[in-house]
């Protein structure tokens, strides 16, 4: 299984970025997806959560300003990230759900500045 996380980096607070994730290795288009994130000294954390129905789910931080989104012909989810605030900063990873596969791409920078 391989996860490969991309799109991150620097920006200001107000800011947006999108956040991609292929994945290869299982079947993608049976399985739901997550995007996670740990910031300095803190633990890792849902953001959000794409079921194989297209279902999703948000953590209530990110609710209104991030949407998940999947494209099954490309094996990849995306994070589409707006209005960015300086507590968004952190490492961004995405992962094949439940957590009890734990499978875990290399992660992306996200920092956004005030």
């Known amino acids: 299984v391989q996860l490969q996380a991309s799109g991150g980096g620097s920006v200001q607070a107000g800011q947006f970025l999108r956040l991609s994730c292929v994945a290869s290795g299982f079947g993608f288009r049976l399985n739901a997806m997550g995007w996670y994130r740990q910031g300095p000294g803190k633990q890792r954390e849902l953001v959000a959560e794409?079921?194989?129905?297209?279902?999703?789910n948000y953590a209530d931080a990110v609710k209104g300003r991030f949407t998940i989104s999947r494209d099954n012909g490309k094996n990849t989810v995306y994070l589409q990230m707006n209005a960015l605030k300086p507590e968004d900063t952190a490492v961004y990873y995405c992962c094949r759900l439940p957590l009890a596969y734990n499978e875990w791409g290399q992660g992306t920078q996200v920092t956004v500045s005030s």
């Open positions: 794409i079921e194989n129905d297209y279902t999703t």
